[in-house]
């Protein structure tokens, strides 16, 4: 009996030695007041059409020591589209382009990070617009992480930049005048839970 509860005490210590080396990823919340999805398209080939997307929210879980094992959720609402011009938000937001009322979220899952540098990696995941899904890789830049002004909280800063075809996702309209490639920039600031 004393062998047995002297092995279950050496497991215990065991586990809890090696407990910090799975404790190192931390939750990030999207701080949603400082996160703005922006976009680009090409319009008739005169000039570009830009936008964000101001509504957002999502979990990054950072691992600092393994960034490779780190992932994002993030879900974009489609009705915070604003270009600058109420009458073209709307037509966007329509059912001719991005149904925002039969798909009103647009998603990001990620599935593997490759770092590529000191504070560089890409990120593939699932992205899912209008109701389609589709792999997607993202260039990530950590810009900061760090306590900040606004409280003791550890706070991570990232600039995301990438490119999406419209098509791919079952948004063809206006093809030939409006292209087919979406340029994306993403400035999000995430707060540890």
Do not use: C
């Not at 570009?48 to 101001?54: D, E, H, K, Q, T």
């Not at 509504?55 to 270009?83: C, N, Q, Y």
């Not at 990696?121 to 606004?150: C, E, H, R, S, Y």
């Amino acid at each position: 009996m004393k062998r047995l509860l002297a092995a279950v005490i050496a497991g215990a210590a065991l586990t809890a030695a090696a407990a910090p080396a799975f404790a190192a990823e931390v939750a990030y919340k999207l701080d949603t007041a400082h996160t703005e999805t922006s976009f680009s398209i090409d319009r008739f080939g005169f000039t570009s059409i830009l936008g964000i997307f101001a509504k957002s929210e999502g979990t990054i879980w950072l691992d600092e020591a393994a960034p490779e094992k780190s992932r994002v959720e993030a879900t974009v609402s489609v009705d915070s589209l604003l270009t600058a011009n109420p009458t073209r938000d709307e037509h966007i937001k329509g059912e001719r382009w991005l149904n925002a009322a039969k798909s009103p979220d647009m998603t990001f899952k990620s599935t593997k990070v490759v770092k590529t540098g000191s504070d560089t990696a890409k990120v593939t995941g699932d992205m899912t617009i209008m109701g389609v899904t589709q792999p997607v890789t993202l260039d990530v830049k950590l810009n900061k992480i760090g306590t900040g002004p606004m409280g003791p909280k550890k706070m991570a800063g990232f600039t995301i930049t990438g490119s999406i075809s419209r098509k791919a996702f079952g948004s063809a309209g206006g093809a030939g005048a409006i292209g087919d490639t979406v340029a994306i920039r993403i400035e999000t600031l995430a707060v540890a839970q």
